[in-house]
Structures are given as structure tokens and as C-alpha cells.
């Protein structure tokens, strides 16, 4: 049984520098490309960031490029999501995907691409 479980979220101060942990269980963690996604109040989900299986490239939006990074650990079957910088506008509850994949160089970043998903973990930020 796959189990995404994130963690790290919580009330962070404007300008904070959080970090989300998502631990994967039940699958072979290396065969997977991740992502992490977030939803807003009254807004849709939508793609934030994500690595490849290997580890070697990732992809942001472009309203996080260059303020969050999305580490992974394949010892540890965790990816991360760090965040720096962080405005009002980044309250949301932040999900972590996984997408079982062939390509070790390939990102996706699509919901309908992945196959799990974690329950969330709300993030928000205080001005």
C-alpha cells in the first residue's frame, strides 16, 4: 500500500524559510518522479514544483523559481520542499505526487500525470 505522508507545514511568519518533508512508503521511491503541488482558499490546485527520479533536474513554476527547491533523498524515500521568502500569497495546502516513470531524466507537471497522492499539509503564512 503507498502512503504519501507530508509534514513541516503550520503558521510561518512573512519572509519565513519553511521546510515540507514528504515521506513515501509501499513503492520503490528511486522509480518515482515527485512533485509537489498546492491548493489556495478558493482557488484550484496547481503545480509548484518537481524532480525527476534520478534526482538531477527539477522544475519550478515561475512564481516560485529562485525562492523554493525541491530536494529528494532516495536513501531516505523522501522528497522535500524547501521554501524561502514566503508572502501571504503562498497560503495553501501543499501536496506531494508521486509518478511512477521509465525515463530517469523526465518531470511532469500535470496532475492527471501522477499516480499517488499525500492527504496535504496546510501552510500558512502570516504578514
Known amino acids: 500500500q503507498v502512503q504519501l505522508v507530508e509534514s513541516g507545514g503550520g503558521l510561518v511568519q512573512a519572509g519565513g524559510s519553511p521546510r515540507l518533508s514528504c515521506a513515501a512508503s509501499?513503492?520503490?521511491?528511486?522509480?518515482?518522479?515527485m512533485g509537489w503541488f498546492r491548493q489556495a482558499p478558493g482557488k484550484e490546485r496547481e503545480f509548484v514544483a518537481t524532480?525527476?527520479?534520478?534526482?538531477?533536474?527539477?522544475y519550478y513554476a515561475d512564481s516560485v523559481k529562485g525562492r523554493f527547491a525541491i530536494p529528494r533523498d532516495n536513501a531516505k524515500n523522501t522528497v522535500y520542499l524547501q521554501m524561502s521568502t514566503l508572502n501571504v500569497e503562498n497560503t495553501a495546502v501543499y501536496y506531494c505526487?508521486?509518478?511512477?516513470?521509465?525515463?530517469?531524466?523526465?518531470?511532469?507537471?500535470?496532475?492527471?500525470?501522477?499516480?499517488?497522492w499525500g492527504q496535504g499539509t496546510q501552510v500558512t503564512v502570516s504578514s
Open positions: 505526487a508521486a509518478k511512477s516513470t521509465y525515463y530517469y531524466g523526465r518531470y511532469y507537471t500535470r496532475e492527471v500525470e501522477y499516480d499517488y
Open positions: 509501499g513503492l520503490t521511491f528511486s522509480s518515482f518522479a
Open positions: 524532480i525527476t527520479r534520478s534526482g538531477l533536474s527539477t
